[in-house]
């Protein structure tokens, strides 16, 4: 039974990184659920708040308005008269509206992205790099997708009755997401070839 296990555990690490996938799964989850967590520290109505917090280190409330502010830009430059109504809404004058909820931020997006690249054995500059290169592509299709939303909404454009725009957001936003995988990959390989390379010159 042993020297099965073994030879499971053998087989098992010829495909997988088994410690880069237990530290990716820990690393998503501590993002993930600390972004919870925070939001209820910067809740009035929460049990543990932090006025302090909520007023000086609202990076929540900094990315839904970066978000909406963005948004609007771009409703307007398609000739729809918009406006930000904080701390959640994008509205037109004729009454129609997105609201920015949590759900709506694209956190578990950026976390898996953040997740993967510093779990990987890069440098630090490497990591900054497309960790912040990740998230804001993110970021992009998120304003995009609010802006979509709303003028979808003021033209009363037909609606998708089998997937809402939740949906169709994590379907782009984890396929861009694969597609950003198979980049850092693509370079991550390039960079080792480089390297060894230079080292069979010298």
């Given amino acids: ?90 509205r037109t004058s004729n009454g129609a509206f997105v609201e920015m909820v949590y759900a709506c931020l694209g956190f578990g997006l950026m976390s898996f992205w953040v997740a993967f690249v510093v779990c990987d054995q890069a440098s630090a500059k490497r990591k900054i790099i497309w960790c912040a290169g990740g998230i804001l592509c993110i970021w992009f299709i998120n304003t995009c997708r609010v802006a979509v939303l709303l003028i979808a909404l003021e033209y009363h454009w037909k609606v998708n009755a089998l997937m809402d725009h939740h949906t169709l957001f994590n379907i782009v936003g984890y396929s861009l997401i694969a597609f950003m995988i198979s980049r850092y990959i693509k370079n991550t390989r390039k960079n080792i070839l480089k390297k060894e390379q230079s080292q069979i010159i010298v």
Avoid: C, T
């Fill in 1 to 90: 039974m042993v020297m099965l296990l073994k030879n499971a555990e053998r087989n098992l690490l010829k495909y997988i990184d088994v410690r880069y996938f237990i530290r990716f799964i820990l690393l998503l989850l501590s993002l993930y659920y600390f972004n919870i967590v925070y939001i209820s520290v910067i809740d009035e109505k929460g049990l543990i708040y932090s006025s302090f917090l909520d007023q000086h280190l609202n990076y929540i409330s900094w990315l839904r308005n970066s978000f909406l502010y963005s948004s609007n830009l771009i409703v307007q430059a398609f000739g729809v008269d918009s406006f930000v109504d904080a701390p959640y809404h994008l």
